[in-house]
C-alpha cells in the first residue's frame, strides 16, 4: 500500500467547484412543474429544496445520464 | 412547439447580441415587467453536457453586465412560452422582491479546500485515526475564516452566507453579496485577508452574477 498523501483541490479546481455549486444548487428554482434535468435524468420540482452534488453531478451525470 | 431551457430572469430587456446554447436562439418571454430568458430547444433528446453548463453561465453572465438578471438554476426545463409565462406569474411576487435585492450588486466567493487523504495509504490510516479532532479542527480554522472575511470585508451578516464543509473536499464555501462598483476592490480586500488566515488556504473568485441571494433564507 502506498503512501500517496493528501490530495488537495487547486486553485483552478476549487473555482470549477464553485461555479458547479452555483449552476446546480443554486440560482432561482421556478415553482410549479418545472422539470430540472442534467445529463438526461430528469428530475421534477415539485416544490422541494431538491439539492444535488455539484461537480460530482456534473461529470457523473455527464458519463452516466444518458 | 418547442422546449425552453432557462437561463435567467430580468426586470427590463438587456440589449446582448447572443445566443442560446448550441447557438439555438434566445428567446425573450415577457409577462408584464418580467422577462424570461431561455433557449428554445427543438429536441427531444435533453441529455445536457458540461459545455452546455459553462455555455448557461457565459449567457447568464452576460445578461447580468447589461440589466439586474437572476441566474436560474441550471438544466430548468419549461414546456413552451405559455407554461414560462404561468411560472412568471406565480413567482413573479418573489422575482420583484429579489430583482430589488440585488440591482446594482455582485457576488464574490471564497472557497477553502481541505486535504482529503486518499484512500488507502498511511495518510489515510492517519487520519482516520485522528478523526473526529482533524475534523473538528477544520471546522473550526473555515468558521474562523468566514468570520475575517465577512468582517475584513463590511459586509453585512444578511449579505454574507456560508457553509462549513459542504464536502470532503471543501472545508469552506462563502458568498458575498457586493456593491457592483466595488467589487474589484473589495475582491482585491478579499485576497489580502484570505492570504493571512491561519489553517486554510482560501481562493478567492468573481464577480459572480448573484447566484446563490436570489432567493432569502
Not at chain 1, 446546480?24 to 415553482?31: A, D, S
Not at chain 2, 437561463?7 to 428567446?27: E, I, N, T, Y
Not at chain 2, 445536457?48 to 459553462?54: E, H, I, K, V, Y
Request: glycine share 8%; net charge positive.
Amino acid at each position: 500500500m502506498t503512501d500517496a498523501g493528501p490530495v488537495e483541490l487547486t486553485d483552478s479546481e476549487l473555482t470549477l467547484v464553485d461555479l458547479a455549486d452555483r449552476l446546480l444548487n443554486r440560482g432561482v428554482v421556478l415553482t410549479g412543474e418545472a422539470t430540472i434535468s442534467v445529463g438526461g435524468v430528469d428530475l421534477v420540482y415539485l416544490g422541494l429544496n431538491l439539492v444535488l452534488t455539484s461537480v460530482e453531478t456534473l461529470e457523473g451525470r455527464r458519463t452516466g445520464g444518458r | 412547439m418547442s422546449s425552453l431551457i432557462a437561463h435567467a430572469v430580468s426586470a427590463a430587456r438587456p440589449a446582448p447580441d447572443l445566443a442560446g446554447l448550441r447557438g439555438l436562439p434566445l428567446r425573450a418571454v415577457a409577462l408584464e415587467d418580467l422577462l424570461l430568458w431561455a433557449t428554445a430547444w427543438p429536441d427531444a433528446d435533453r441529455a445536457l453536457t458540461r459545455a452546455d453548463a459553462l455555455r448557461h453561465h457565459e449567457i447568464v453572465a452576460k445578461l447580468c453586465l447589461e440589466e439586474t438578471c437572476l441566474p436560474i438554476r441550471f438544466g430548468t426545463w419549461i414546456e413552451g412560452e405559455e407554461a414560462a409565462r404561468s411560472r412568471l406569474r406565480a413567482d413573479g411576487a418573489a422575482l420583484r422582491a429579489a430583482l430589488a435585492r440585488v440591482r446594482g450588486r455582485r457576488e464574490l466567493a471564497a472557497g477553502a479546500p481541505t486535504a482529503a487523504p486518499r484512500r488507502g495509504g498511511r495518510a489515510y490510516l492517519e487520519a482516520r485515526r485522528a478523526g473526529l479532532a482533524a475534523a473538528d479542527a477544520r471546522r473550526r480554522s473555515a468558521e474562523e475564516a468566514a468570520l475575517r472575511l465577512r468582517d475584513g470585508l463590511s459586509v453585512e451578516q444578511a449579505d454574507a452566507r456560508h457553509e462549513i464543509c459542504p464536502s470532503d473536499r471543501v472545508a469552506l464555501s462563502m458568498s458575498l453579496l457586493v456593491p457592483v462598483e466595488r467589487a474589484q476592490a473589495l475582491k482585491d480586500a478579499a485576497v489580502r485577508v484570505a492570504s493571512g488566515l491561519p489553517g486554510v488556504r482560501a481562493v478567492v473568485s468573481g464577480p459572480w452574477p448573484p447566484y446563490t441571494f436570489v432567493v432569502g433564507r
